[in-house]
Structure formats: C-alpha cells, structure tokens
C-alpha cells in the first residue's frame, strides 16, 4: 500500500510499505477514505519531539470502511464506517474504566520512553513517535486499529467525511478542553490558538453555556474564521502591545473566567521572553516556547481555570508561582475521545456542530506532503488538509 513516511526533520514522503494484518484478535484493519493533519504533528516533523525512526507512517486524525476483523471483534464488522480517536485503548484496565482514555496502562508497548520523562507511561497513539508506542499511522490506504471494540465509532447514515473526520482528535479535543473549564451561565473563556482544535474548543464552550468567547491568534483568515464560524471575540496578539491587557480591558479588569491553551510548545509570539524561549530552543536547551501559556497564566482571573490542550515537553520559564498565589485550577490531559466521541456525534447528527469548515484544503494521499508544508507554513489559508486516497 501507500503511506506518508517520516524520513528526517522536514522530510516526508509517500513510499510503498507492507499492508497492515492482523495481529490480535481483538484488531481491525480499515481502508482509510480520510484522515487530516494536526498541529502536534508538526512537533516530531520539527524535530523538537525525539523517537521517531526513519520510515514510520504517520496521521493520527483518521476515519474509514472496516475491511478486516479479528475473531474476537464485536462491536463492529466488514463494511461498517468508523472514525477512531487518536489514542489506542485496551477498555479493560483502571484507566479506562475512570474514563481517563489518554492514559491506557496496556498500549503502550514501549513505556520506558515516558517513563523517564513523564513518570509513568500513557496510551498509544496512532503514527505519533515510539515513545507513545511506535504504531503505524493513518496517512496510508489501510490502518490497523488494536482493541477495535473500543477504538471504532460507527457513523451515522447522511453524514459526510469532512463533518466526522475531526471527531477524531481536534474535535474531542476541543470539547475536553471546555469540558475541563467547568463552565457556568454568563462565562467568559478566552482561547489561545484559532486552529482547529482552538475553533472546537470555542465551539464547544458556546454548547457548554458560554456567554463570550474569545480567540487569541495573529492569522486574520483564522481569526475571520473563528468570528464566522463560531461566534468569537478576537484578538489579534501581533497588533497589541499586552493580549493579558487587552483581555482585562474585554473582561472590565476581572480577566476571562478560564483560558484555554490550544497552540503548545511552538507557540509564536513578541517581546523578551519570546526572544528568549527562541533562542534556547534553536539551542536544544529546552524544546518549548511558552508564549501562550504564561499568557494565558497571566491573563486568567483569581480563582480561575487554565485548561492545556497544546503539546508540552520541558520549558524553564514557567510562573508557578502565579497559578499558586492566583488560586488557579490547572487541568491537563491528551483527549480522551472514547469518552466524547458518541456525544460529539450526537451534536453532530442535531446540527449542533458541524466541524466541516475546518477541512480548507482537500489532497490526494500522494500530494500529502504538499499538504504538509502548506499547512506548516499557514499559507493560503490553510487550518487543516485532508488526505483521500
């Protein structure tokens, strides 16, 4: 089959590999009629996030026709139509159980990476480094999904891929993100980062009960986009001197209610400490540039909420100190979409969302590195590609 294959920093290409089997028999194979790029993508393609091999497939943000089915598979059978969330789950261990899908015990084969670095291990994930498991990913014409019973969503008749493709990751994302916020009548949610997973956020605290909204980014489509389609306040952090000025301003002093990181460790931004986050990442001296969070940190009211859906490894210039004597709450978590999947479907077939708009750009699975770089670069618009083969 064909797949887009990691070979080096800012070096994809589209091979011919070996079609994925089965395995256990608990797994599916799916023909994949769609999958998208993701900003966390970008992190390992930068080389900033360590453990990728040459020749890995990568995509993680997937949907497709269930081809194949171990003996032991229930749930779902040949012929079906799924979309699956970004990380594997076993649906059997304590996490799983608490409902905490990101952080599976039993699919990470490799938990020495994380272990060193994290503490303990968490899930597996589709095409997205061996430090969380080293699988396969979904930028190819077939996928192998492990523990399919638990990891496969059926999509209901009339809907099309581009409204169901981003329920796999931006959009349970997104709405952990805002589920995370513990939103009250009358909030106010500030969201930094107007990519997809940001829109989804907004998006979701609006269907959670938010009263304002407001985007933080520096791209005028993206933020057009997020007043378009989502109702959003903007501010646009390159033409003012303080975005946690400018929000105070929006929020008669208060600052918003909760703030939403959805932009991690390549955050881009201005002054000194960007300067100085810049210079000690292109010295490998530590792998994040902070802007949004301190930002948001800054930003939130006292006794707020600071939600972090953006991807983090080691940053030295962080104000613990402020989440301390502010009485923030911080919450943290990679998605757990088998949690929000089947109710983000729901809002879906009500015509509550519809996550179509984020799809800008569509390739063939061949073109996908074209896809890549134009969605790397912002150019032309671009808040996600979507591949088909």
């Not at 609006?206 to 986009?225: Q, T, W």
């Amino acid at each position: 089959m064909r797949a887009l294959c990691w070979n080096g920093v800012n070096d994809l290409r589209v091979e011919t590999v070996p079609d994925p089997e089965i395995v256990n028999p608990h797994d599916a194979i799916l023909r994949v009629t769609m999958s998208a790029t993701c900003g966390s993508d970008l992190h390992f393609i930068d080389g900033y996030i360590p453990t990728m091999q040459e020749g890995d497939i990568i995509g993680h943000e997937f949907m497709g026709e269930v081809v194949d089915i171990g003996r032991d598979v229930r749930k779902v059978k040949k012929g079906d139509r799924v979309v699956v969330p970004s990380f594997i789950v076993c649906g059997n261990c304590w996490y799983c159980e608490h409902q905490l899908w990101s952080l599976c015990d039993n699919t990470n084969p490799k938990p020495e990476y994380q272990q060193v670095a994290f503490g303990h291990p968490t899930a597996g994930i589709y095409g997205y480094t061996h430090a969380f498991g080293g699988y396969a990913g979904a930028h190819a014409q077939y996928v192998r999904v492990p523990h399919a019973d638990h990891d496969c969503f059926l999509v209901p008749e009339g809907l099309r891929d581009e409204q169901v493709i981003f329920l796999s990751d931006a959009a349970p994302t997104g709405y952990m993100g805002a589920d995370f916020c513990d939103i009250q009548p009358g909030a106010t949610i500030a969201v930094w980062g107007a990519g997809g997973v940001g829109m989804m956020a907004m998006r979701s605290a609006y269907l959670m009960g938010a009263e304002r909204v407001i985007a933080v980014d520096r791209f005028p489509e993206r933020l057009s986009m997020a007043q378009r389609f989502v109702g959003a306040e903007t501010v646009d952090y390159s033409q003012t001197e303080s975005v946690v000025d400018a929000l105070r301003e929006m929020t008669g002093g208060r600052g918003p209610d909760a703030c939403i990181d959805a932009v991690g460790m390549e955050a881009h931004g201005t002054g000194p400490g960007y300067a100085y986050d810049r210079a000690k990442q292109a010295l490998h001296l530590h792998s994040d540039r902070g802007q949004a969070i301190r930002e948001a940190i800054l930003a939130c009211r006292k006794g707020g909420t600071l939600s972090v859906l953006g991807v983090y490894g080691l940053m030295d210039t962080f104000p613990l100190g402020a989440i301390m004597n502010k009485g923030l709450t911080l919450r943290a978590a990679q998605q757990h979409g088998q949690k929000y999947v089947p109710r983000l479907l729901e809002h879906v077939v009500k015509g509550e969302l519809d996550p179509s708009f984020l799809a800008t750009h569509h390739f063939s699975l061949e073109d996908s590195p074209k896809g890549y770089e134009l969605f790397k670069k912002k150019e032309d618009g671009c808040v996600r590609a979507v591949f088909t083969s």
